[in-house]
């Protein structure tokens, strides 16, 4: 079983940085060949996919609303994931949950925009932004 614990939020006003983080466990081996991707969720909001990490070469992917102001790094340690967000604006107040996924050759690069098909979800952290 994967255990993901983000950690990291707060409130900033706009303009502002903030780092995530998202430290991962499995039971009895080591963390390895897992995408972990980055999700917030607004108030009365569906799930949004805000960035992704793979095993693979460590590429990544991010949505549009955030791309250029955030950026995914994993630590030395590769069970570490770090969500670094500048340039914050109001709407980048949500929820930010990270998740993963074990990587398999079928998923497609498009995948790994879907929430759906990560398996291990942490308990999420609030970030607010104010004006």
């Known amino acids: 079983q994967v255990q993901l614990v983000e950690s990291g939020g707060g409130s900033v006003q706009a303009g502002g940085s903030l780092r995530l983080s998202c430290a991962a466990s499995?039971?009895?081996?080591?963390?390895?060949?897992?995408?972990v991707g980055w999700f917030r969720q607004a108030p009365g909001k569906g799930r949004e996919f805000v960035g992704v990490i793979r095993w693979t070469n460590d590429v990544t992917y991010y949505g549009d609303s955030v791309k250029g102001r955030f950026i995914i790094a994993r630590g030395n340690a590769k069970n570490m994931v770090y969500l670094e967000m500048n340039d914050l604006k109001p709407e980048d107040t949500a929820v930010y949950y990270c998740a993963a996924v074990r990587e398999y050759t079928y998923y497609s690069s498009d995948s790994y925009y879907n929430e759906a098909i990560y398996n291990a979800w942490g308990q999420g952290t609030q970030v607010t932004v104010s004006s």
């Open positions: 499995v039971s009895g081996r080591t963390f390895s060949y897992y995408a």
